[in-house]
């Protein structure tokens, strides 16, 4: 008999090792439970909340939320889905986000998210923000216009790399990624190709 707790995910046993949360156990165990600020690396943080799940009746972000022995949890239900689908939808026309043209396209989270639950048109008006591109780095560009506040790339530079290179400022729809210079110009900072933050961004900002 064996000793390794499980809990039920959409009614299939999955086991887990105490300490991780519902999304690295399922994730661990060939189940995909849709994300996006989520990432391994890292210690998630729920800012997205596409990876809500229902645990026991309630809703929970699964990244954030230990797995317990005999929980019963819900993954793929049409409520969580049409969630999920609109949170994608809300992150697309927020932004700028120009697909054909993005080197990004197909290896992009954002993108594979939206394929996955089936957003192929927006039931939302598109907002079309003013966001600058930076071009002032003689090695990186930068797209505001792609950026989701996954804030990967904050917690990356400043726990990974050491320079503290990005920052979230404003509040509610006024929130945005910004460069930590006086400048605010990438060319201002001592960010390079290799860091962690440049590699870690899901949607090639």
């Known amino acids: 008999m064996s000793d390794v707790p499980t809990f039920l995910l959409d009614g299939e046993p999955v086991p887990f090792v105490p300490g991780q949360t519902i999304i690295q156990a399922a994730l661990a165990a060939g189940h995909y439970i849709p994300h996006l600020c989520y990432h391994p690396e890292f210690k998630p943080h729920g800012s997205c909340r596409v990876c809500m799940v229902?645990?026991?009746g309630h809703m929970a972000p699964s990244?954030?939320?230990?797995?317990?022995?005999?929980?019963?949890?819900?993954?793929?239900?049409?409520?969580?889905?049409?969630?999920?689908?609109?949170l994608v939808q809300m992150l697309f026309v927020e932004g700028n986000h120009f697909c054909p043209s993005c080197e990004k396209s197909g290896n992009c989270l954002l993108q594979a998210v939206a394929y996955e639950q089936g957003v192929l048109a927006m039931d939302l008006d598109y907002l079309f923000p003013n966001r600058p591109v930076d071009g002032s780095h003689?090695?990186?560009?930068?797209?505001?216009?792609?950026?989701?506040?996954?804030?990967?790339?904050?917690?990356?530079?400043?726990?990974?790399?050491?320079?503290?290179?990005?920052?979230?400022?404003?509040?509610?729809?006024?929130k945005h990624l910004i460069v930590d210079a006086e400048s605010g110009r990438l060319a201002d900072t001592d960010i390079a190709v290799t860091d962690k933050a440049v590699q870690v961004c899901p949607v090639g900002v």
Do not use: M, W, Y
């Open 138 to 174: 003689p090695d990186l560009l930068l797209d505001f216009n792609r950026c989701i506040l996954c804030e990967l790339c904050v917690r990356a530079s400043a726990e990974v790399d050491g320079k503290h290179v990005f920052a979230l400022a404003g509040r509610g729809v006024t």
């Open 54 to 56: 229902r645990v026991n």
């Open 63 to 86: 990244c954030t939320t230990p797995a317990r022995a005999g929980s019963e949890v819900q993954n793929r239900t049409e409520e969580l889905d049409e969630l999920r689908r609109t």
